[in-house]
């Protein structure tokens, strides 16, 4: 018995630092008259419990009047959790970009598709110009195992003579002992799970945008961030996005030291005219994670 708690002790005070691989992010791309669009999808594979990124970019002359798709509450064979419009701005090239980043939920496992999305343009001479994205396969793999335990009737040379055997309250009685002694460890390994879920979760979650393109980070630290610091204020967010989280600090009476000055630096990065500089991304990738792991340093409003 003793050698059983010494074990569920043992094995319940691991922790796993393994971070997961990052997914390498697949790009479609396609143009017509004066009117470029791409599609990025953060991977081709995902397990139920995943969300799956999408970013579509539409570059267009200045002379031209953009229509970005609707978001509904589908997408093929996903669900919009939800999505943000990024802001039109002029490229370094001259031309004008916009766009949406979609943040989908797979409904069931299986192989899934994103249905073509179709981009409208008006040009300076009033004509029309239409172009469609291709359809996206994304595999989406099950979370949980399946099958059924068959079960069989014991053969009767397989059948255990009980003669001479212990009598049977001793087993009972250690039997109960070994049930109780699981629960203690239980109810200890539940309790030490709450006390240590959430920096396990933003460990994983920012160990995870250390090892994808710094454009993929600027994609979806914002959303790491925001649920990161809900959980661990144990606040509610009418909009997971930074303006969500300030006005639930502000009902909260709550200002987290340093926060408006990182969130100033990532949305100069995000709208900035040239293409995102990998240093400075990690340098504000480090920013928010000394904000969120330095949970001492809030001050009451």
Not at 114 to 130: Q, Y
Request: glycine share 8%; net charge negative.
């Amino acid at each position: 018995m003793l050698c059983t708690v010494a074990l569920a002790l043992l094995f319940g005070s691991c922790e796993s630092n393994t971070a997961a691989e990052a997914n390498s992010k697949l790009t479609h791309e396609s143009s017509a008259d004066g009117l470029h669009v791409s599609l990025s999808v953060s991977s081709d594979k995902i397990t139920t419990s995943e969300m799956l990124l999408v970013e579509l970019i539409v570059k267009s002359d200045e002379s031209m009047k953009v229509k970005l798709p609707e978001s509904t509450g589908k997408w093929g064979d996903f669900a919009i959790f939800e999505s943000r419009t990024i802001p039109a701005k002029l490229g370094g090239d001259g031309r004008v970009v916009q766009g949406v980043v979609y943040t989908l939920e797979p409904d069931v496992s299986g192989e899934s598709s994103l249905t073509g999305l179709v981009v409208k343009a008006v040009d300076g001479d009033g004509e029309e110009v239409e172009l469609s994205t291709a359809p996206v396969s994304v595999k989406v793999v099950s979370v949980l195992n399946s099958g059924e335990n068959k079960m069989r009737d014991i053969a009767p040379n397989e059948r255990v003579n009980v003669e001479g055997q212990t009598p049977r309250w001793i087993i009972a009685l250690f039997g109960s002992n070994i049930v109780l002694v699981l629960g203690v460890v239980v109810v200890w390994l539940t309790w030490k799970k709450k006390q240590v879920v959430v920096s396990d979760h933003l460990h994983v979650d920012f160990e995870n945008l250390r090892s994808v393109p710094a454009t993929e980070v600027m994609s979806r630290i914002e959303r790491v961030v925001c649920l990161a610091l809900a959980k661990q204020r144990n606040i509610t967010l009418s909009k997971v996005d930074f303006a969500g989280l300030h006005q639930a600090l502000e009902i909260g009476g709550t200002t987290i030291v340093g926060l408006a000055e990182a969130i100033a630096q990532y949305e100069k990065l995000q709208y900035a005219s040239q293409a995102v500089d990998e240093g400075q991304v990690r340098a504000l990738h480090g920013r928010f994670g000394a904000i969120i792991f330095e949970k001492g340093k809030d001050m009451a409003s």
